[in-house]
């Protein structure tokens, strides 16, 4: 098992700023890749971002791309996503997803794991 605490959120002005972590702990050696989705009211849950354990490759929702960076920390065992020029479409519950498949996957069923979620609210 692979468990995933998630950090972060909280209430922005649009046009700000916002770094999410997630932090892994139990079996992280069999992850493969991490990522991350939001899920608004009354919306489905999307991917945003994701990135492989080990190795460089990342990859980003449309909608987010320029604006969002997600990046790892392997010796903390911790993701993060560095949320800016944030707007009020981009207000959701942030989740931290893992999986053990062998790709980095940008539907919800492609991920073995998940975080409880964060709060993310942008005023405009």
């Known amino acids: 098992q692979v468990q995933l605490v998630e950090s972060g959120g909280g209430l922005v002005q649009a046009g700000g700023s916002l770094r999410l972590s997630c932090a892994a702990s139990g079996r992280t050696f069999s992850v493969y890749a991490m990522g991350w989705f939001r899920q608004a009211p009354g919306k489905e849950r999307e991917f945003v971002a994701g990135?492989?354990?080990?190795?460089?490759?990342?990859y980003y929702a449309e909608s987010v791309k320029g604006r969002f960076t997600i990046s790892r920390d392997n010796a903390k065992n911790t993701v993060y996503l560095q949320m800016n020029s944030l707007k009020a479409e981009d207000t959701a519950v942030y989740y931290c997803?893992?999986?053990?498949?062998?790709?980095?996957?940008?539907?919800?069923?492609?991920?073995?794991?998940w975080g409880q979620g964060t709060q993310v609210t942008v005023s405009s």
């Open positions: 997803a893992a999986t053990t498949r062998l790709r980095v996957g940008i539907t919800r069923r492609e991920y073995d794991y």
């Open positions: 990135i492989k354990w080990r190795g460089s490759n990342t």
